[in-house]
T-cell receptor, first 113, second 111 residues
Framework: DTGVSQDPRHKITKRGQNVTFRCDPI?????LYWYRQTLGQGPEFLTY????????KSRLLSDRFSAERPKGSFSTLEIQRTEQGDSAMYLC???????????FGPGTRLLVL | TQLLEQSPQFLSIQEGENLTVYCNSS?????LQWYRQEPGEGPVLLVT?????EVKKLKRLTFQFGDARKDSSLHITAAQPGDTGLYLC???????????FGTGTRLQVFP
């Protein structure tokens, strides 16, 4: 069990560029979650998957954000036309029902200049 | 909107002191999790409490889930500099699998 991994750990981009982040959950965890955390705040839910199905999306997830989990294993989160307000730590977590405890990865810190 | 309020927001204490962090909501949760987060890292799970009134101990840390499943507390005995970090509570509502996070308590323990 290697834990949840995320790549890259850090990303600096210019406003208007597209970025994509990857999350590999704990193996055999069928639920995968994305959260966003800004400085001084607790994480906020963005979306989650059960296997390859995206079951819930937050209103925070604007049209510029898209998440996929095509084979029910790793997931990607893409942000199109980045804005300075997108600067944050993007966290991924996974869980395996019936235990709903969520285990978090190290996060991807995004800075939009 | 479900909110979790944590208090205090900041806590600065000397090594050896005891402290309690509170996590309160007007909403009922199926379970509640406590995490500790270091700067630039993801939250690391400390404990999950699922039964109203439940008390769990993890070495010098004692966690309690309120009888009504709306609140929780974290008590640290004889704090050490290694306890320094951001402590987050997170509740799991009944009607969804997402976590609602508290506002966080930033703890600094000085030697």
């Amino acid at each position: 069990d290697t834990g949840v991994s995320q790549d890259p750990r850090h990303k600096i981009t210019k406003r208007g560029q597209n970025v994509t982040f990857r999350c590999d959950p704990i193996s055999e965890h069928n639920r995968l979650y994305w959260y966003r955390q800004t400085l001084g705040q607790g994480p906020e839910f963005l979306t989650y998957f059960q296997n390859e199905a995206q079951l819930e999306k937050s209103r925070l997830l604007s049209d510029r954000f898209s998440a996929e989990r095509p084979k029910g294993s790793f997931s990607t989160l893409e942000i199109q036309r980045t804005e300075q307000g997108d600067s944050a730590m993007y966290l991924c977590a996974s869980s395996q029902p019936p235990v709903l405890t969520q285990y978090f990865g190290p996060g991807t810190r995004l800075l939009v200049l | 909107t479900q909110l979790l309020e944590q208090s205090p927001q900041f806590l600065s204490i000397q090594e050896g002191e005891n402290l309690t962090v509170y996590c309160n909501s007007s909403s009922v949760f199926s379970s509640l999790q406590w995490y500790r987060q270091e700067p630039g890292e993801g939250p690391v799970l400390l404990v999950t409490v699922v039964t109203g009134g439940e008390v769990k101990k993890l070495k010098r840390l004692t966690f309690q889930f309120g009888d009504a499943r709306k609140d929780s507390s974290l008590h640290i005995t004889a704090a050490q500099p290694g306890d320094t970090g951001l402590y987050l509570c997170a509740g799991a509502p009944y009607n969804t699998d997402k976590l609602i996070f508290g506002t966080g308590t930033r703890l600094q323990v000085f030697p």
